[in-house]
């Protein structure tokens, strides 16, 4: 299982961004699927999961109410768009898949190598 994560860069706070992760082998329709970052120097947070078939979204407390995670199982990707962006929202972007579908904060089995957002002040 591969992820490819794309659709980072540079962006005004208070700006949006959008960002995909697409998945090639394995089964993306029945996996899980969440969106992490990491920030230099920080340890890796977690911001947003999704389960397999959408009902189920869950964010960090720092992205709740300004990011939004989808999916489209058709095109075996997901999403996360980021709102009204902050500097401190710079960070490596990471998207993972977990194999259990449910979509949670922790425990994932695949990773994606990251995608780079940079918030200017």
């Known amino acids: 299982v591969q992820l490819q994560a794309s659709g980072g860069g540079l962006v005004q706070a208070g700006g949006s961004l959008k960002l995909s992760c697409q998945v090639s082998?394995?089964?993306?329709?029945?996996?899980?699927m969440a969106w992490f970052r990491q920030a230099p120097g920080k340890e890796r947070e977690f911001v947003a999961t999704?389960?397999?078939?959408?009902?189920?979204?869950a964010y960090g407390d720092s992205v709740q109410g300004r990011f939004d995670i989808s999916r489209d199982n058709t095109k075996n990707t997901i999403y996360l768009h980021l709102n009204k962006v902050r500097p401190e929202d710079t960070a490596v972007y990471y998207c993972?898949?977990?194999?259990?579908?449910?979509?949670?904060?922790?425990?994932?089995?695949?990773w994606g190598q990251g995608t780079l957002v940079t918030v200017s002040s």
């Open positions: 993972a898949a977990d194999r259990t579908g449910y979509g949670s904060r922790s425990n994932y089995d695949y």
């Open positions: 082998g394995g089964t993306f329709k029945s996996y899980g």
């Open positions: 999704i389960n397999w078939s959408s009902t189920r979204k």
